[in-house]
């Protein structure tokens, strides 16, 4: 089936630095999201990419969708504590009724 | 924005007993919602894939009958877990969207534990 390779694992960065993490897939997606979770709660939409090659910033978040489809980044700039918590990119196919294939999640932790 | 709200946040029952999760898209009309299960420290792994009015579609490997799914309205589904055990222990997490072509928002989950 489909699969999304995200990486890094996790991070462990101090407060103030920017962030950056990826999704690949093998797999051409019509669409990419990336939400971030927080401990004990649901993903929560940071930003949706609907075009090959489009760039959108949400405040400190920028994600592109790459332009052959297959991958997405996402760059989180002047981290601060708050941004703490799992981040996951999600593909979206057209064939199947549009579910989403998720990656596997990017730990993020600030030092303060 | 889009605002799914999932009930409840927390259930503690012994085995045997079924428990319903409801899953309401309050600022919007889903034409579908979706299930999801979250084991920890792993991703979300979809479970099953509901339509307002008609019958759920279940990923391979859900069993139907145990995870039982009615989608009634176009803001309400729900999840039953029926004769729950104490593997069916988990994070469940429902999903909304407006539109094929639109983002799915997700609830803020209901962590299941059975004893």
């Known amino acids: 089936g489909q699969q999304l390779n995200q990486s890094p694992q996790s991070m462990f960065i101090q407060e103030g630095e920017d962030v950056s993490m990826n999704c690949t897939s093998s797999?051409?997606?019509?669409?990419w999201l990336w939400y971030k979770q927080d401990p004990g709660e649901g993903p929560v939409l940071l930003i949706a990419?609907?075009?090959?090659?489009e760039l959108t910033s949400n405040g400190r978040l920028t994600a592109q969708f790459g332009i052959t489809r297959k991958d997405s980044f996402l760059n989180i700039s002047a981290s601060i504590p708050s941004d703490v918590g799992i981040y996951f990119c999600?593909?979206?196919?057209?064939?199947?009724?549009?579910?989403?294939?998720f990656g596997a999640g990017t730990i993020l932790r600030v030092k303060s | 924005g889009a605002v799914v709200s999932q009930h409840p946040s927390r259930v503690i029952c012994k085995s045997g007993t079924s428990v319903k999760i409801e899953c309401r898209s309050l600022?919007?009309?889903?034409?579908?919602m979706f299930w999801y299960r979250q084991f920890p420290k792993q991703s979300l792994m979809l479970m099953a894939t509901?339509?307002?009015?008609?019958?759920?579609?279940?990923e391979q490997g859900v069993e139907k009958d145990k995870f039982l799914i009615n989608h009634a309205s176009l803001t309400l589904s729900t999840l039953t877990v029926t004769s729950a055990h104490p593997e069916d222990s988990s994070f469940y997490i429902c999903?909304?969207?407006?539109?094929?072509?639109?983002?799915?928002?997700f609830g803020d989950g209901t962590r299941l534990s059975i004893l």
């Open positions: 999903s909304a969207r407006r539109a094929i072509d639109r983002p799915q928002h």
């Open positions: 797999s051409i997606f019509n669409t």
């Open positions: 990419l609907y075009k090959a090659g």
């Open positions: 999600a593909g979206q196919l057209k064939t199947g009724g549009n579910k989403l294939v």
């Open positions: 600022d919007f009309q889903a034409t579908t």
């Open positions: 509901s339509n307002e009015g008609s019958k759920a579609t279940y």
